[in-house]
């Protein structure tokens, strides 16, 4: 991409993201609901996220900061033992799978990430910390298919896992009617998973 064409901004968060076993066994559970409800907006399961922190609109100079900081939290955390559980709604539309497990030691690394965030001078929405992982939303005026579906999954649990990297995440806002196709911006390795790592934590 040469600047002529990238974004002068970028829609950005920090979050965890399942590993692939633990998105298999919750697309599984869904197979149904797929079947049935195909005019959901389904998430793409490769942008299946838990947020640590919304960051919204930033110019795309700003980003770079948050490199360190993050990398150095990474470094120095072994991540929460978390497992995805259960489905829920927000507003009747938008669907989602639970998160349980260590959400104790969840809450503390988002904090941090939090005030890493802040010491960098990047001003953000600091909203309550409510663990989920957003699957769909229903279509405007469709208050009955996300409940439909969260009650179909409310029994599903899934295997325990932990996170192999912290993640910076863009995506680009507002550049079209398609859905906003998020991609890695860098992720650094959690302490303990330093074997599972890669040369991806340079932020560009």
Known sequence: MNDQTRPSTIRVFIALAPPDPAKEELTAA???AYATHPDLRWNRVED??????FLGELPAGTVPLLGPPLAGIAANRR??????????TFDNRVLWSGVDGDLAELHALAAEVRAAVRECGIAFEERPLRPHL????????????????????AGFTGRRWA?????????EAGRGSGPIHYRDIAAWPFDGSRANGSDRGRVR
């Open 79 to 88: 991540p929460p033992a978390l497992a995805l559980r259960g489905g829920g």
């Open 48 to 53: 299946w996220h838990i947020t640590l922190a």
């Open 163 to 171: 996170a192999e990297r912290l993640h910076l995440v863009g995506g």
């Open 134 to 153: 957003t699957l769909a939303r229903a279509r405007r005026g469709d208050h009955v298919s996300a409940d439909e579906i969260a009650r179909g999954i």
């Open 30 to 32: 869904l197979a149904p």
